[in-house]
């Protein structure tokens, strides 16, 4: 028989275990992730003609340039209050959204100095010549009564809407000291309130209002078309 205690037996040894380097799936948020900064890159790149213009008119400006009306800061956007027009048609304060907006606001009854400011708020824009068709008059009307008929041939090419006075003066905001009714306003075609003109504005007034209308609609034109 063979020799069982001379056959060589293994010594006890460890229990070796062999680890397999597993594939690591890629993480599920780099798509993600790259998507969003394509979407920043195409935002950015539709974006900077605004910011540009913007850039142009607020900081680089000549040496002594000074602006007659006062630049809103924060902007204000439109908001969505409900409008009527004098047919009794409803809708709401965005709509005017895409086009610069010269904003006048007051009662039906119009007083002499509503009147002198519907007078300059037409007066500007006619001025413009051929750039006048991308700024639109608007005149908020502030109550339910009636209009004056004597009004309305001057107000053929206006938008005449009237809106709850509470809701339209949280939106614009007056000069300290001042009513918001001897105003005249600026919209931008993005929808944002960016300028207030002096109150009750006179002849002098009025060509350094045009001055501020004249760079902003440079300004903008190389994105902003006439038009809604």
């Not at 956007?77 to 907006?101: E, F, R, V, Y």
């Amino acid at each position: 028989m063979p020799d069982v205690s001379s056959s060589k037996v293994p010594a006890d040894q460890p229990l070796g275990l062999t680890v397999h380097a597993l594939s690591v799936p890629a993480r599920q948020g780099t798509g993600t992730r790259t998507g969003r900064w394509k979407m920043v890159a195409v935002l950015l790149v539709c974006a900077a003609p605004v910011v540009a213009s913007y850039f142009t008119y607020y900081v680089i400006r000549p040496e002594g340039r000074r602006n007659y009306g006062e630049l809103i800061t924060p902007q204000r956007p439109l908001p969505g209050i409900a409008t009527t027009d004098l047919t009794g048609k409803p809708g709401t304060l965005t709509s005017l959204k895409n086009q610069w907006l010269l904003i006048s606001l007051g009662t039906s009854a119009c007083d002499a100095a509503c009147q002198q400011r519907l007078y300059f708020q037409r007066q500007l824009r006619e001025v413009l010549g051929k750039e006048k068709g991308r700024l639109d008059r608007v005149w908020l009307v502030l109550d339910s009564g009636d209009v004056d008929a004597r009004l309305k041939p001057a107000l053929s090419d206006s938008t005449v809407l009237r809106v709850s006075k509470d809701a339209v003066l949280q939106w614009l905001p007056a000069a300290e000291d001042q009513p918001a009714e001897a105003h005249l306003y600026v919209v931008d075609p993005l929808g944002n309130l960016m300028m207030r003109f002096p109150a009750r504005m006179d002849a002098a007034g009025a060509a350094k209002a045009k001055r501020d209308l004249d760079r902003l609609l440079r300004a903008s034109g190389s994105w902003d078309k006439e038009g809604r």
